[in-house]
């Protein structure tokens, strides 16, 4: 089993930066890809951002690209979301999520951290 513990969303002005980490435990040699995702009140969970564990290739949603950055630690199994130029609209549960195999199906979820962003 793997577990992921996201920590360090919080409330931010727009304009602010806040920088996510989700930790990554248990068996978790076989990780092929960790990605960003986020819900909203009301909406359907959207991704936000992926990372390869191995090559580091990164991907965005159209939303956040520019604004946000996804990285990984390899040797802490931490991978990171440095979000920059924040709007309400990034107002969400942000969640991270591991990918065993690499068919962008992933395999475990965070339980989630709050980022509000006022105006």
């Known amino acids: 089993q793997v577990q992921l513990v996201e920590s360090g969303g919080g409330l931010v002005q727009a304009g602010g930066s806040l920088r996510l980490s989700c930790a990554a435990s248990g068996r978790t040699s076989r990780t092929y890809a960790m990605g960003w995702f986020r819900q909203a009140p009301g909406e359907e969970r959207e991704f936000v951002a992926r990372?390869?564990?191995?090559?580091?290739?990164?991907y965005y949603a159209d939303s956040v690209k520019g604004r946000f950055t996804v990285s990984r630690d390899i040797a802490r199994r931490t991978v990171f979301l440095q979000m920059n130029r924040l709007t309400p609209e990034d107002t969400a549960v942000y969640y991270c999520?591991?990918?065993?195999?690499?068919?962008?199906?992933?395999?475990?979820w965070g339980q989630g951290t709050q980022v509000t962003v006022s105006s």
């Open positions: 999520a591991l990918d065993v195999a690499g068919t962008a199906r992933y395999d475990y």
């Open positions: 990372i390869t564990w191995g090559g580091g290739q990164t």
